[in-house]
């Protein structure tokens, strides 16, 4: 495998409530450039799982590493400022900003991270450019987010992601809510996005029939271990 952009070693989170959850992952990773499928139903600790990635947790021991860095090392403050310089997330529910402009939404992550600003040199012209290339209508920049389509409104959260090439992107379940039709074009323009930026990409979803798309495809059963206590 090539360098991983994403590596999970030895790691464990336990939760200490009513009925106390733990979730282990003794190892995990995606090369740079690869393209991942984590697939898992509901309650089989994805969510969990994403969030150590992102750092919005942390581990009881082991080690999360993005980019060569071991983000468990890091204070809060630092962790949330690597995280918006090293990782593009879309998000199920895409949380755009509702009274921005898609500039405004695609811009955003620019905001906190000045490497990432930085990789983006002229970043009006990458967001305009992503628009284009994510087949968003000519003159979108200034358009209110709300007043997209549902797809339209998707595909500024993958420009948002991508903006100023951050090494790796995580996408939670970003075809949930799609056809058939609409899910092979959306992931025809997120590849071609990711290849052209050899941008790994790590996604989760609970539907295995997407797998043939993806350079690999993992099973949250094969990877990890849950222990619920009794309430």
Wanted: hydrophobic share 45%; aromatic share 6%; net charge neutral.
């Amino acid at each position: 495998m090539t360098d991983a952009v994403l590596q999970l070693s030895d790691v464990e989170f336990r939760w200490m409530g009513q009925a106390g959850f733990s979730l282990r992952v003794p190892n995990l990773s995606v090369g740079k450039g690869e393209s991942v499928l984590l697939l898992g139903e509901s309650g089989s600790g994805k969510s969990t799982l994403l969030s150590l990635i992102c750092g919005t947790i942390l581990p009881t021991s082991g080690v999360v590493q993005i980019a060569g860095q071991d983000i468990t090392k890091l204070s809060g403050g630092k962790r949330d400022r690597f995280r918006a310089e090293q990782i593009g997330v879309i998000f199920q529910q895409f949380n755009l900003l509702p009274f921005g402009t898609v500039g405004d939404n695609i811009l955003l992550p620019l905001r906190f991270a000045p490497a990432r600003r930085k990789r983006a040199k002229d970043a009006t012209a990458q967001a305009s450019n992503l628009c284009s290339a994510l087949g968003l209508p000519s003159g979108v920049f200034n358009t209110k987010a709300t007043a997209l389509s549902v797809g339209q409104q998707q595909r500024v959260a993958v420009a948002r992601a991508l903006i100023g090439q951050p090494p790796l992107i995580i996408a939670d379940e970003p075809t949930s809510a799609l056809d058939a039709n609409s899910q092979a074009a959306f992931l025809d323009l997120l590849f071609a996005q990711t290849a052209a930026h050899d941008t790994s990409l790590l996604m989760v979803s609970h539907d295995p029939r997407l797998g043939e798309r993806f350079d690999r495809v993992i099973r949250m059963e094969d990877i990890a271990q849950i222990e619920r206590g009794t309430p």
